[in-house]
């Protein structure tokens, strides 16, 4: 089965990390461009960053400098690891990987930022 699982959202204070999760089954992430959405309540889903298979990656300019995308060839994990959080961040986070049949999406993890 095809499929991408977020998980590692949680509760935390502003200023503070979280590290998402993407496991991958039925594909390869090292082989495909792999990256990260998310959508805040009552907004769009937008855009967080992306890791290509080559290595590059690309970041939205909201969170350039705090947060990086990376993989685990060996796990077949793609992370997201996030510093200096700000309540703006709070929203569900996906996991997103485009396909030769289209968009795999996973089913999303929260996190909030908050006091």
């Known amino acids: 089965q095809v499929q991408l699982v977020e998980s590692g959202g949680g509760l935390v204070q502003p200023g503070g990390s979280l590290r998402l999760s993407c496991a991958a089954s039925?594909?390869?992430?090292?082989?495909?461009?792999m990256a990260w959405y998310r959508q805040a309540p009552g907004k769009e889903r937008e855009f967080v960053a992306a890791?290509?298979?080559?290595?590059?990656?690309n970041y939205a300019d909201s969170v350039k400098g705090r947060f990086t995308i990376s993989r685990e060839n060996a796990k077949n994990t793609v992370y997201l690891q996030m510093n200096s959080l700000k309540p703006e961040d709070t929203a569900v986070y996906y996991c997103k990987t485009a396909l030769r049949t289209g968009e795999l999406w996973g089913q999303g993890t929260l996190v909030t930022v908050s006091s």
């Open positions: 039925g594909i390869i992430v090292s082989g495909n461009p």
């Open positions: 890791l290509f298979t080559r290595g590059t990656t």
